[in-house]
């Protein structure tokens, strides 16, 4: 197993920010973040290198002084981060992968943004819609199972938020993808951030991709979860190699990463996955 870096991440609090979400503050004195409102950190919840047992959660709130971070959990029915949510207590300690990622990026010339995502996604959506500075504007589409998902965020900027009751979180079929498809453009440049399911947010981006024909720097869209992920995983195994080559062919050809992209969602199409 190759040597990584990680941060030991240390449970201060626990709290249950709403039926579905549980925050939990840990103290990690030496995390720097991206800068990315969206960061997330791979997080080890068993022995630190074995990404079997690893997950992403993002980083909602930084406190430097306090060198403390909070990360909401969304409570679904059963999984390795969940099951070790649920009964989280002051002292545990994890290990934070160093490898902290981070899309959300509009160009500068942007007017006007439209953020989406389903419950797993609020706290990035919770961040970006809290650091847009005043005469920004954004329209936020999240779909959670009920009202008593919904949250509420303090912002500067000008924000527009719509929630979707009833539909996605693996229960109901997402309609994130048809309120891309719908959504009314205002007039301008406009960035489209999105996360959630990840077979919702590969079929948005193809749509926004093939059919509306946006540029790369346009969008950033990242799958979050699976649907019935053992038996993907199970799925995916055998083609695992091929699916890797594709990267690293790609790569290697100096291609677009859009095209790589492309490539890589049309074999997991063909793969059934
Ligand atoms: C960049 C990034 C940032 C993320 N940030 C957050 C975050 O801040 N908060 C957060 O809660 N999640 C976040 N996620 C999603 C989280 O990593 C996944 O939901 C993860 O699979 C949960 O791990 P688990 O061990 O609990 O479940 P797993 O062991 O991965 O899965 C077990 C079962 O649960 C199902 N499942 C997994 N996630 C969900 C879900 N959200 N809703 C319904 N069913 C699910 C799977 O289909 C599977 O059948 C993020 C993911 C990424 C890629």
């Keep these: 197993m190759n040597e990584i870096r990680t941060h030991t991440a240390t449970v201060v609090r626990v709290d249950q920010l709403t039926p579905r979400m549980i925050r939990v503050t840990f103290s990690v004195p030496d995390y720097a973040g991206t800068g990315h409102a969206d960061e997330w950190v791979p997080i080890f919840f068993g022995e630190p290198g074995d990404h079997r047992q690893r997950r992403n959660y993002t980083a909602r709130a930084i406190r430097p002084d306090a060198g403390e971070v909070d990360v ?7 999984g390795l981060a969940v099951d070790w949510v649920r009964s989280a207590t002051p002292g545990q300690q994890l290990q934070w992968w ?38 920004e504007r954004a329209t936020v589409v999240a779909e959670v199972f009920d009202e008593a998902d919904r949250q509420e965020w303090v912002t500067a900027g000008d924000v527009d938020v719509r929630w979707l009751h009833g539909s996605g979180e693996g229960r109901a079929p997402s309609r994130l993808e048809e309120a ?84 890589y969602d049309t074999a997991l199409d063909r793969a059934g996955l």
């Design 72 to 78: 909401d959990f969304v409570v679904h029915e059963h």
């Design 98 to 135: 160093d490898q902290i990622g981070g899309s959300y990026g509009p160009p500068a010339d942007t007017d006007w943004r439209l953020v989406v995502g389903d419950i797993a996604a609020l706290p990035a959506i919770g961040r970006i819609v809290e650091e847009l500075p005043a005469g």
């Design 180 to 263: 891309v498809r719908t959504f009314p453009e205002p007039d301008g440049q406009g960035y489209i951030w999105m996360a959630g399911e990840t077979r919702t947010v590969r079929a948005t981006r193809r749509y926004l991709r093939h059919e509306r024909r946006l540029a790369g720097e346009r969008y950033s869209l990242t799958g979050y979860w699976l649907t019935n992920a053992d038996d993907w995983a199970a799925r995916f195994e055998p083609i695992a190699a091929e699916m890797e080559a594709i990267w690293t062919r790609g790569e290697a050809e100096g291609r677009d990463l859009e095209e790589i992209i492309d490539e």
